[in-house]
């Protein structure tokens, strides 16, 4: 059976092992802005080996979660 869920940033952030809730996805990317532009963000310095490989593999692979990674690193840029 084909998944047809759409993921947001929470589920994101758990999937990630992270504090999901509003308010520490939030102070999350207070945190880690601004990322430089020229830096991918799978190769942010503040990703565990799993997290990275997770993010990267998301976008690579064009999986369900690309669209929400893909949201993450504008945030994580503005």
Known sequence: MLDTSI???SGLFAQLGLPNSKKDIEAFIEQHR???QAEPLSKASFWTESQA???REAVLNDSDWAEVVDELNVLLRD
């Open 53 to 55: 490989t997770f993010l």
């Open 7 to 9: 993921h947001s940033l």
């Open 34 to 36: 601004p990322l430089p």
